[in-house]
Nanobody, 122 residues
């Protein structure tokens, strides 16, 4: 079973930056679609960004501020978050998709990281 380990969350002031990392093991990493999702308190998990054979995609709310990248040699996907806003405060999850597409729906993903908290203060 694929295991995903996340790091990089924390507390940052508005306008600042954070870089999340997600490292995978147990499968050929280059074949996996990878996604980032976030969950606000009391809300359903929502799409943030993804990468796979469909390309790299971003939610409108983060486009131009967040950048997904991956290093297949390190089995790691990153989410660089710039110009952070208090509205970005959420629990962030990485996910792996065996089909490799990098879909928008959380139900398309097979493996999930443990989540890392991002809190943006005013």
């Amino acid at each position: 079973q694929e295991q995903l380990v996340e790091s990089g969350g924390g507390l940052v002031q508005a306008g600042g930056s954070l870089r999340l990392s997600c490292t995978a093991s147990g499968r050929t990493f280059s074949d996996l679609g990878m996604g980032w999702f976030r969950q606000f308190s009391g809300k359903e998990r929502e799409f943030v960004a993804s990468n796979g054979w469909r390309g790299t995609n971003y939610a409108d709310s983060v486009k131009g501020r967040f950048t997904l990248s991956r290093d297949n040699a390190k089995n790691t996907v990153y989410l660089q978050m710039d110009s952070l806003k208090p509205e970005d405060t959420a629990l962030y999850y990485c996910a792996a998709d065996r089909s490799g597409g990098g879909w928008y729906s959380s139900s398309s993903y097979d493996y999930w990281g443990q989540g890392t908290q991002v809190t943006v203060s005013s």
